[in-house]
């Protein structure tokens, strides 16, 4: 063998783009354009959108609540969503290379800092930009940041927070040891948005008083969080040397499966992902046999497939806390905006018994499982819909008191009306790309995808309707 020294980064990435550039033909002029019309689009939407949700918050529609309760709960939507996107970042990485980089560069002897780099500059730029539009929309939509002033200082605080995060998520996607405790920051951040939302829900119906809080932020705030950024930073730069294989390759197959099912429009391609990722979590199950049948004249089947299923959902403990989350999300939305208190409770209830339906769509799209299974796939689909109607229902009685007045044959119908919403949801077999469309003036819309999307969804809009004719 001889001493040669293989390539190096640049002379690889430079094989690479000429290996891609036989493949796309692309010009740089094409992909300015097409930023220039998302960029376009971004602004023109994102301006109606944030023009709508404005008009809206302050019609009389929305109804009057507690000025100090709003600010506290959009305090504990802030934390929450500091969580998610903390386990977000977690989950994808936070940086990643594709398959084909993994095959055969990532498992050469390349300096892997360099060869992330790039990558670890774009994730920084997205995190920044991202949650410096997420530290200017409360400005203009409630008025809570206090002028333009305040508005300036939330939005580069939302900035320093943005690249302290990628950078943060980074320095513990290379701390091999620490990788246990990466999780805690995401965990701690929706506890604590959680906690507050409780009590402010809690101190509500005790009658006592809250503090006004001021959700101005100081001047010298956002400098000293982009200090702490900078340093961060440094820290993660160092880190990318240590960034495995293992962990780039677990972030590619998040960041495929979100890219399919944006691409493809079938959100059950991330999900069965995460669905596969949260079995992989439970590492011990104990069998324990299934009590006979009860004295309800049942068949046997029917009754040891609901025990099974019920067995899942009481394993997955991501699925009980999502629920009884939606529980203090409905009460939360009462006290913030309590004109909309009718209209949540419809959604939250069927989100409560989707996210238990995941044993009826499993049944629905695995005729092999069907096969193995046996009887009909009727009675296989009403098996698997019991845990969810229960959880639905469960929720509906808990939920009742914070959802308005309504009469009393309303309820009945919402209730029904929900759990046929999770039935239909939850059966909605693979998305077929070859149904008809319609031509209309603004071009070629596809019904026959428009209502595989909207299926489940249908019946909830239409519920939604009944309960604002019946409420007035």
Known sequence: MSGRPGPGVRQVRARLRRLRRRHHRTSFGDVLTDLYMLALLAAL????????????????????GDPAEQRWLLVAAMLTAAGFGWAGLRAMGPVFVGPALQSWVASAPVDRRALLLPRFTGLLAGATATVAVLGFLPGPLSGFAGGPGGT??????GAATGLLAGAGAVVMQGARRARGLAELPGRVLIGAGALTAAAVVALHF???????????????????????????????VRALARVDRAVTTTGAQFAGSAAAAAVMLDPTLIADLLEVRRWRAIGR??????????????????????????RRAVRRRGALLGWAALVLVQYAVA???????????????????????????????????????????????LAHLVVPALAATLFFLV???????????????????????VYRSGTRRAMVYDGPVVETPFGLIPADLLRQLGRGWDVVALLIVVDLIATG
Do not use: C, N
Request: aromatic share 6%; proline share 8%.
């Open 45 to 64: 939407y994102g301006w109606v959108l944030a023009d709508m949700s404005r008009s809206f918050l302050r019609s009389p529609l929305v109804g009057a």
């Open 152 to 157: 300036v200082h939330a939005t580069l605080l």
């Open 206 to 236: 005790t009658g006592t008083a809250m503090v006004h809080p001021g959700l101005r932020v100081p001047a010298a705030v956002p400098p000293l969080v982009f200090l702490a950024a900078g340093t961060a930073v440094v820290f993660a």
């Open 285 to 310: 199950v104990r069998s324990r046999r299934f009590h006979r049948g009860p004295a309800l004249g049942g068949p046997p089947r029917a009754w040891a497939l609901v025990q099974a299923e019920l």
């Open 335 to 381: 006290l913030a905006v309590p004109g909309l208190a009718g209209p949540a409770h419809v959604l939250t209830t069927f989100l409560a018994g989707d996210r238990l339906a995941g044993g009826l769509r499993a049944i629905t799209r695995s005729p092999g499982l069907r096969r193995a299974l046996g009887g009909g796939d009727t009675a296989l689909k």
């Open 399 to 421: 939920t009742t008191p914070v959802a308005g007045t309504r009469p009393l044959w309303t309820d009945a119908v919402l209730l029904a009306g929900a759990v046929g919403a």
